[in-house]
């Protein structure tokens, strides 16, 4: 089955790639620090800085120039939305540094409380939502991160899915509130892409510069229709696919690395846009889960190495891999959008490795998110 894109909003891809562009931009652009990254328990939040350029190839030069020795192993924690180009990498990245990476994927809530809660050691803690880092790594557990990749949300579903002949990006709401639909998205408990599906339905239902896409009671139908199947977001295609669920609500990049037809969504519901308009819109939504309350913000992945790693230079390299072209390349490949160059907190630059500070800009915000 060939891959295809249905109903797609125009300058989607312009959308996606304006966080990523944020880093370099933000002083000229006037967007800095107006939400403190959007509120809650993971949206509350704490400066101009250098950036610079590494080896360019993420080889071994600048661990030479360094002085750097890198371990033997490394344990990496990820969201299972960097499944797809950690995997990727993983290979590439142990033959050039002679590294056995071993790597667990599971919902950044969950990778985060298997630091901070079950008193486990990682080398790298890769998370679809830095604020998770930002608020619940640091300062016990860490003392630095990076935003280094985004993404948007995206709505996924089979050829043969009810009313698949039929959706699009003007009336996806209309299609998934019809009885018998099932629409499927991981438990936000434990995974941002869990909470920001039900941020996606939310907003659709909040007033955007005088207008909304739908009424109240279509928000409510849609969440009546929704469930939330075993695993992460990662194993929703498969159940997507075996007609388990009829529609899925995850990542773009996701969706767009399947052969299954998939919906760009309006950016006033994707979580896409990185400006102040956007983000005071996205902070309307809001989801109560049992391990904490999270708040609407554009999306921006973070990434670290924990105060309590065993084989810390290997993390550092493995953040400067992501940093410079060939983890660029992969992250672009596999439909997320890079920070380039990655963006560091100002108030934590000293803290972090030499090795990614020259590949990484140090800056009190990015775009409308307060580092």
């Not at 030499?354 to 009190?364: K, L």
């Amino acid at each position: 089955m060939s891959k295809q894109r249905t109903g797609g909003v125009d300058g989607a891809t312009d959308r996606r790639s304006f966080l990523a562009t944020a880093g370099a931009t933000a002083a000229t652009l006037g967007l800095a620090g107006c939400l403190g990254g959007g509120g809650g328990s993971d949206g509350s939040t704490a400066t101009s800085g250098s950036g610079g350029t590494g080896t360019g190839d993420g080889g071994d030069a600048t661990t030479a120039a360094s002085g750097m020795e890198l371990e033997d192993s490394m344990t990496i924690f990820h969201a299972g939305s960097l499944a797809p180009p950690f995997s990727t990498a993983e290979p590439k990245f142990e033959q050039r540094h002679g590294v056995d990476v071993t790597r667990e994927a599971k919902g950044s809530v969950a990778s985060t409380q298997k630091i901070t809660q079950q008193g486990r050691s990682a080398d790298v803690l890769g998370t679809s939502d830095f604020r998770l880092i930002r608020n619940r790594v640091l300062p016990e557990y860490g003392d630095w991160y990076a935003i280094f990749t985004t993404n948007s949300m995206s709505i996924q579903y089979r050829e043969d899915s009810p009313g698949a002949e039929e959706i699009s990006a003007d009336n996806w709401w209309e299609v998934l509130t019809r009885d018998g639909i099932t629409i499927g998205h991981s438990d936000p408990a434990v995974d941002p892409g869990g909470y920001r599906a039900v941020m996606t339905q939310q907003l659709g239902a909040e007033e955007f510069q005088g207008e909304r896409l739908y009424d109240d009671a279509t928000y409510r139908k849609l969440r009546e229709n929704s469930t939330v199947p075993t695993g992460t977001e990662t194993n929703l295609e498969g159940q997507l696919e075996s007609g388990e669920l009829d529609y899925v609500i995850y990542y773009q990049s996701i969706s767009a690395s399947s052969g299954l037809p998939y919906v760009d969504l309006q950016p006033e519901v994707d979580l896409s846009q990185a400006t102040s308009e956007y983000a005071r819109h996205y902070a309307k939504a809001e989801v109560e889960t049992d391990s904490g309350t999270f708040t609407g913000a554009p999306i921006a992945y973070g990434i670290t190495v924990p105060s309590v790693a065993q084989s810390p230079n290997a993390g550092a390299k493995w953040v400067e891999y992501f940093a410079t072209e060939p983890g660029r390349q992969i992250l672009n490949d596999l439909g997320l959008v890079p920070v380039d160059p990655i963006v560091v907190p100002s108030s934590a630059e000293d803290a972090v490795p030499s090795n990614v500070m020259e590949v990484a800009s140090a800056q009190e915000t990015l775009g409308p998110l307060e580092l």
